[in-house]
T-cell receptor, first 114, second 109 residues
Framework: NAGVTQTPKFRVLKTGQSMTLLCAQDMNHEYMYWYRQDPGMGLRLIHYSVGEGTTAKGEVPDGYNVSRLKKQNFLLGLESAAPSQTSVYFC?????????????FGPGTRLLVL | EDKVVQSPLSLVVHEGDTVTLNCSYEVTNFRSLLWYKQEKKAPTFLFML????IEKKSGRLSSILDKKELFSILNITATQTGDSAIYLCAVLSGYALNFGKGTSLLVTP
């Protein structure tokens, strides 16, 4: 089992560019989540999905879009990157609702927007 | 608005000391509280607490939840340099976890 993997590990973007972060899990989990982590801010939920084909907004969804076309993948898109989106992005998944069992986190993607 | 507040935000101790980390919360529809340890990369799970007064233990770490006073503590006894990390508290309310800002712990030799 690879667990939760994220692609890419690191990326530099210019303001206005777009990109997609890929999260993949091989544990057949229903629930998947995207968080961002900024210094001194803990983790903040961007979007989440409770199953294939469904997505919902979290605490800080503005400027991001997501898709869950396949159960094992959860994509996070930035249509027009801004310096405020410089952050470390973590994907997570869980079999049941997070908090009823633990979430499994990916290794993170470090994004720098210039 | 749901809130999870951790204290202190940072802490420096000597090896062998005992530390207590605090997490207080105000959320609607509380379901559970989780503790994570984060070193250089992704958070790793420590404990999940759902019932008041029942201590969870793992080696030198222990945690307890007080649902009446709305807080939890994480204790680490006989600290080691390998305990240096950010400790995150998260509360499940609704569909997702609300994280606190974390406590940064540094254990010096």
């Amino acid at each position: 089992n690879a667990g939760v993997t994220q692609t890419p590990k690191f990326r530099v973007l210019k303001t206005g560019q777009s990109m997609t972060l890929l999260c993949a899990q091989d544990m057949n989990h229903e629930y998947m989540y995207w968080y961002r982590q900024d210094p001194g801010m803990g983790l903040r939920l961007i979007h989440y999905s409770v199953g294939e084909g469904t997505t919902a907004k979290g605490e800080v969804p503005d400027g991001y879009n997501v898709s869950r076309l396949k159960k094992q993948n959860f994509l996070l898109g930035l249509e027009s990157a801004a310096p405020s989106q410089t952050s470390v992005y973590f994907c997570a998944s869980s079999h049941t609702l997070a908090g009823q069992e633990t979430q499994y986190f990916g290794p993170g993607t470090r994004l720098l927007v210039l | 608005e749901d809130k999870v507040v951790q204290s202190p935000l940072s802490l420096v101790v000597h090896e062998g000391d005992t530390v207590t980390l605090n997490c207080s919360y105000e959320v609607t529809n509380f379901r559970s509280l989780l503790w994570y340890k984060q070193e250089k990369k992704a958070p790793t799970f420590l404990f999940m607490l759902t019932s008041s007064g029942i201590e969870k233990k793992s080696g030198r770490l222990s945690s307890i939840l007080d649902k009446k006073e709305l807080f939890s503590i994480l204790n680490i006894t006989a600290t080691q340099t390998g305990d240096s990390a950010i400790y995150l508290c998260a509360v499940l309310s609704g569909y997702a976890l609300n994280f606190g800002k974390g406590t940064s712990l540094l254990v010096t030799p």
